[in-house]
T-cell receptor
């Protein structure tokens, strides 16, 4: 069964460092998302991406965040200068369009 | 207006019992209401979804009830099993495949 894959599964970084989280969406999907989940809290929308550009972003997705689809398969989330409050599980999701949103298993980011 | 409120935060039910989780939304533009199941260390996975043109949808032991006038919907898990122990999130979006607004989650524990 096709799935969304994310790497790394866990990353520990120092405050102020840059982090790149990687995702490989399902191959025929066209819409891509990043969500985050702070430990024990709800899943929050960060950004949606379609046709090589951001289609929508939340208030959380400030200038420290960026997304990119550098090739035909990868979808990345970059945090330029990490803060303690960026510690969370980050989920990538994709969909073909008007259908189910498929989530990856997440990348746990710990900022020290 | 974008919030989805979910209750209870946690639920303990005996094997064979019924688990009931409730959600309420405010945005009348929401047109798609999925429920996601999340096991520890995993991403959310779609369990069942409903659109507001029907009042109930059943898939196996899982049933969604939808009350459009009250802007409320609920998940019923019949004959709950220990394997159903997970966190359940309700969500809402303006269409299937669009960005999801999640409820706060309900941690369900089914005791053998």
């Amino acid at each position: 069964e096709p799935e969304v894959t994310q790497t790394p599964s866990h990353q520990v970084t120092q405050m102020g460092q840059e982090v790149i989280l990687r995702c490989v969406p399902i191959s025929n999907h066209l819409y891509f998302y990043w969500y985050r989940q702070i430990l024990g809290q709800k899943v929050e929308f960060l950004v949606s991406f379609y046709n090589n550009e951001i289609s929508e972003k939340s208030e959380i997705f400030d200038d420290q965040f960026s997304v990119e689809r550098p090739d035909g398969s990868n979808f990345t989330l970059k945090i330029r200068s990490t803060k303690l409050e960026d510690s969370a599980m980050y989920f990538c999701a994709s969909t073909v369009g008007a259908g189910e949103l498929f989530f990856g298993e997440g990348s746990r980011l710990t900022v020290l | 207006q974008q919030q989805v409120k979910q209750s209870p935060q946690s639920l303990i039910v005996q094997k064979g019992g019924i688990s009931i989780i409730n959600c309420a939304y405010e945005n009348t533009a929401f047109d798609y209401f999925p429920w996601y199941q999340q096991f520890p260390g995993k991403g959310p996975a779609l369990l069942i979804a409903i659109r507001p043109d029907v009042s109930e949808k059943k898939e196996g032991r899982f049933t969604i009830s939808f009350n459009k006038s009250a802007k409320q919907f609920s998940l019923h898990i019949m004959d709950s099993q220990p394997g159903d122990s997970a966190t359940y999130f309700c969500a809402a979006s303006k269409a299937a495949g669009n960005k999801l607004t999640f409820g706060g989650g309900t941690r369900v524990l089914v005791k053998p």
